[in-house]
């Protein structure tokens, strides 16, 4: 028996898309299956490391913990959608890599979509907000600080821009 | 890690979700931000044959303050709670509270009422709602009726709610003592997780300094948020003297039946439980002392 399916259509990444998938397909599965946009990684997938995290409009969620036919018409962006338009990396992205804020990077993609949205709240946050912005997203590998570090040098690059 | 099978439909009014319940029964479940629900369908610790999506709906969606009750829609969001003004000015223990709640990525779509609803023994907005003795209002399509938090909340994940009703509203009292304070304290694994233990307290005092209305409330030991409105009206007629709240929260701990797992033993809860509610008493009191 084949299980019904319903056409899901929302904005990622600037781009309209669709998908016909059964409503138990979570957020994280509809753009990794269905869209093929792999960035996004799905860890835990029951909300507790934010390997998953995704903005919705403007917003860090868990894209494991909602169903993609519940967003219909909303706007998503994944880590893909934070690269520039000639697919060079962003400053966030470029300072990851200068300050050693991965290992095996399971965990960056959430990273990075947690500290892009404190900068765009914030652009001078201090050690402290860093922290308790990237509070929800597990790393088993850099210990914390090197991706604090990248924070910060993202901040001052952006200043100096 | 994947949800069974479903039937998905989109409520279109609180009507329309009530006469889905009414229709399907125990098979269907209401989904709003689905922060606790989705996790335990992943784990397939439920699986409704029908999900009913309440997460849009207008009419559960308002924050207002009603003569002396702060009135909370389900629906709305912990993240629009948060940074809702009227909420940290008529209630700022619930304001206090939903600083726990979650990280920012799970308040951005959790709601106050599927918190309550859920009612995770550890669960920072059940304890405030305890504590305050707020009242919740259920509706089907058999009518509306309003419950008191404490007969709401029946043991770990379990509530009154019948398979047919939706909770609407949760209404906080708002104190007009002359001088209020309140403290919210937890312990946790990392800022945002489950609470090991939490406690929290309210105290209202007179020009003379002499306290007129107390509240104190004790989660995550035991089946359920509980209050202590008993222990707590001792404190009233008294000024509050560091050795009654000491008192006073030993014997609320004393009162606890924690149970142990893997993050905390049922003794260092209860250890904790004294600790927090003392300190959530103390920090209650020193509002007073700071506040004009
Ligand atoms: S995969 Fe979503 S939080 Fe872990
Ligand atoms: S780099 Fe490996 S989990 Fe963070």
Request: net charge negative; aromatic share 4%; hydrophobic share 45%.
């Amino acid at each position: 028996m084949s299980e019904e399916t319903i056409l899901v259509s929302l904005e990622v990444n600037g781009k309209q898309v669709s998908g016909l998938v059964p409503a138990r397909t979570t957020l994280v599965d509809f753009l990794r299956d269905e869209l093929r946009l792999t960035g996004t990684h799905a860890g835990c997938e029951h909300g507790t490391c934010g390997a998953c995290t995704v903005l919705l409009n403007g917003e860090p969620i868990r894209s494991c913990l909602v169903f993609a036919v519940q967003l219909e018409g909303q706007k998503i962006t994944t880590v893909e959608g934070l690269s520039q338009p000639d697919g060079s990396l962003s400053i966030l992205q470029d300072s990851f890599s200068a300050a050693h804020a991965q290992q095996c990077g399971y965990c960056t993609p959430g990273m990075l979509i947690s500290a892009q949205s404190l900068l765009d709240r914030n652009a001078q946050p201090s050690d402290e907000e860093i922290r308790v912005a990237i509070s929800s997203n597990l790393c088993r590998c850099t210990g914390y600080q090197q991706i604090v570090n990248a924070v910060k040098l993202a901040a001052e690059r952006m200043a100096r821009e | 890690m994947k949800a069974a099978p479903f039937e998905y439909v989109r409520a279109e009014s609180l009507d329309h979700a009530c006469q889905m319940l009414a229709l399907r029964g125990e098979e269907a479940k209401l989904i709003a931000g689905g922060q606790s629900l989705v996790p335990m369908l992943a784990m397939r610790l439920l699986a409704p044959a029908w999900l009913v999506n309440i997460h849009g709906l207008a009419e559960l969606q308002e924050i207002s303050v009603v003569q002396d009750q702060l009135v909370i829609g389900a629906a709305v969001r912990q993240c629009v709670a948060d940074a809702d003004p009227q909420v940290k000015q008529s209630v700022p223990l619930l304001s206090k509270a939903l600083h726990w709640v979650g990280h920012a990525a799970t308040r951005n779509r959790g709601t106050v009422g599927g918190s309550l609803a859920h009612a995770d023994p550890s669960a920072e907005l059940a304890l405030a709602a305890a504590l305050l003795d707020a009242t919740l209002s259920l509706k089907s399509a058999r009518g509306i009726r309003q419950v008191a938090a404490g007969d709401f909340l029946v043991g770990p994940m379990m509530t009154c709610l019948e398979p047919d009703e939706c909770l609407v509203d949760a209404r906080f009292p708002i104190w007009r003592e002359d001088r209020s304070g309140c403290a919210f304290e937890e312990i946790s694994a990392r800022h945002g997780d489950f609470a090991i233990v939490s406690a929290a307290a309210q105290l209202g005092v007179d020009q003379a300094g002499v306290c007129t209305r107390a509240a104190l409330g004790i989660g995550g030991a035991g089946p359920m948020a509980r209050a202590f409105s008993d222990l707590a009206r001792r404190l009233v007629g008294t000024r509050l003297e560091e050795a009654l709240l000491r008192e006073v929260a030993q014997e609320a701990a004393a009162q606890l039946e924690p149970t142990g797992d893997l993050q905390a033993s049922a003794a260092y809860r209860r250890h904790l439980a004294a600790v927090l509610a003392k300190r959530a008493l103390l920090g209650a009191r020193r509002e007073l002392v700071l506040s004009p």
